[in-house]
């Protein structure tokens, strides 16, 4: 079982991203109030539960927390801006959407810049360890992945519908024999077998 929260004085936001390491498609962030005595038995890390369970969690999730808030940064921001500095901002746009104004964010991993003067906590795997990071994670991947289905049939070579801009062995094939989409990011290098940032 997770712990609901970091600390018990302050209204604090649970804020995750996914996509940080895909070929195409934005990276996507949310964050998350949970209220009070919160308890859902099955919220973990977004990978550590099933495609069906995601979008199930996330019913509950929308419907009981607090607030909640879900961004982006496109493609083309990512390779403007790098893709650290974009999943920062994302978290930060799905910050400034709440309808609950934070007095503490939690943040999956060990960097973050910090947004207007909310401070915040770095947590390496914190998305495995607090409820409201877990549920920051389980938004931003349904919300991301619901985002390449609907581009899917646009460049359908890509195989989106299972890989969701991931780099998989066909996803890269396909590129290194067909070229990039306009959805894909120019500031990644398809190599073999991982992708690499300039």
């Given at each position: 079982?997770?712990?609901?929260?970091?600390?018990?004085?302050?209204?604090?936001?649970?804020?995750?991203?996914?996509?940080?390491?895909?070929?195409?498609?934005?990276v996507?962030?949310?964050?998350?109030?949970?209220?009070?005595k919160?308890?859902?038995?099955?919220?973990?890390?977004?990978?550590?539960?099933?495609?069906?369970?995601?979008y199930?969690?996330?019913?509950?999730?929308?419907?009981?927390?607090?607030?909640?808030?879900?961004?982006?940064?496109?493609?083309?921001?990512?390779?403007?801006?790098?893709?650290?500095?974009?999943?920062?901002?994302?978290?930060?746009?799905?910050?400034?959407?709440?309808?609950?104004?934070?007095?503490?964010l939690l943040?999956?991993?060990?960097?973050?810049?910090?947004?207007?003067?909310?401070?915040?906590?770095?947590?390496?795997?914190?998305?495995?360890?607090?409820?409201?990071?877990?549920?920051?994670?389980?938004?931003?991947?349904?919300?991301?992945?619901?985002y390449?289905?609907?581009?899917?049939?646009?460049?359908?070579?890509?195989?989106?519908?299972?890989?969701?801009?991931?780099?998989?062995?066909?996803?890269?094939?396909?590129?290194?024999?067909?070229?990039?989409?306009?959805?894909?990011?120019?500031?990644?290098?398809?190599?073999?077998?991982l992708?690499?940032?300039?």
């Amino acid at each position: 079982m997770l712990q609901l929260q970091y600390q018990n004085h302050l209204i604090e936001a649970g804020c995750d991203e996914a996509g940080r390491g895909c070929l195409a498609g934005p990276v996507f962030a949310a964050a998350v109030i949970l209220p009070p005595k919160f308890k859902l038995k099955e919220l973990n890390d977004s990978k550590q539960v099933s495609e069906k369970l995601r979008y199930e969690l996330r019913a509950v999730i929308e419907k009981k927390a607090l607030a909640w808030a879900v961004a982006s940064v496109d493609h083309l921001e990512i390779d403007e801006i790098n893709i650290l500095n974009a999943s920062f901002l994302a978290m930060h746009r799905a910050v400034a959407k709440l309808a609950v104004e934070p007095q503490l964010l939690l943040i999956d991993g060990n960097r973050f810049n910090l947004y207007r003067d909310i401070p915040h906590q770095c947590i390496i795997g914190g998305d495995g360890k607090y409820l409201n990071i877990a549920a920051a994670s389980i938004l931003a991947k349904t919300y991301r992945d619901d985002y390449m289905l609907s581009i899917a049939a646009e460049y359908p070579g890509y195989d989106w519908k299972k890989n969701k801009g991931y780099p998989t062995k066909k996803h890269r094939e396909t590129i290194l024999e067909i070229g990039l989409s306009p959805y894909h990011r120019r500031s990644f290098r398809v190599t073999n077998p991982l992708p690499s940032i300039f």
